[in-house]
């Protein structure tokens, strides 16, 4: 059995701390290389799933063409949703992607088995939770080889899907902007800029 020391808590905890997610503001242009890559894949593979079921699948996105057309659905999603934020002027000041400017792309997409899943009976959203456990893994093993990754949600699903000619059984689950970055901010940007403030332990924990 494999047993950790109390500096390796520490390394885990400093590697979880530093995780951050990267725009397009910090994004260099520098290339990942496929076994820098591959080594980002692999921990994906090893992320707990429902049932042993391994619900996942890449798509790695390299071309520019395909990377505009995402980053116009992005923009025009963005655009779209000012007057949801319209009490929050600092919302139009944010990057909040970072397609074009890093090096790959990776759309991570969900597929439902095709037979019945242990642990998937009643929680029928367990599949894409543990696709998001995989992409967790791809973001600390990222950090530690000093490559950033940040997550775009202000997108269209189904469209990136047809843009990416993925078939209807792939859901999306996370696009992820892979990259070489100038820095990783000590702190979470939407935090240092003063969009929320951090959680307490006690704030989360119900009576
Ligand atoms: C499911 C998910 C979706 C996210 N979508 C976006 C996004 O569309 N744009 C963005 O700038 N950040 C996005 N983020 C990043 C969060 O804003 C970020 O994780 C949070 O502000 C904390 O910062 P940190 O990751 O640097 O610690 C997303 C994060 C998660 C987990």
């Given at each position: 059995m494999i047993s950790f020391t109390k500096e390796d808590l520490n390394i885990l905890d400093k590697i979880i701390s530093s995780r951050r997610d990267v725009r397009g503001n910090n994004f260099i242009d520098k290339k990942v290389s496929n076994k820098k890559l591959n080594i980002i894949l692999e921990s994906a593979l090893k992320a707990p799933s429902v049932g042993y079921s391994q619900p996942w699948a890449f798509k790695i996105v390299r071309s520019k063409d395909e990377k505009n057309k995402i980053y116009k659905n992005f923009k025009r999603n963005y655009l779209k949703s000012f007057p949801k934020f319209?009490?929050?002027?600092l919302y139009k000041k944010l990057?909040?992607?970072?397609i074009k400017e890093s090096s790959i792309n990776i759309a991570v997409f969900y597929k439902k088995s095709n037979k019945e899943v242990l642990g998937q009976?009643?929680?029928?959203r367990s599949g894409e939770y543990s696709v998001v456990c995989a992409i967790h893994n791809m973001w600390l093993t990222a950090r530690v080889m000093g490559i950033g990754i940040g997550w775009v949600s202000i997108i269209k699903p189904k469209k990136v899907r047809k843009i990416l000619k993925v078939s209807k059984e792939y859901k999306l689950i996370g696009y992820l902007c892979v990259g070489y970055t100038k820095n990783f901010l000590d702190q979470p940007e939407l935090k240092k800029v003063g969009w929320d403030k951090k959680k307490n332990l006690h704030d989360c924990i119900l009576n």
């Open positions: 319209e009490n929050r002027p990057k909040l992607e970072g009976t009643y929680m029928k």
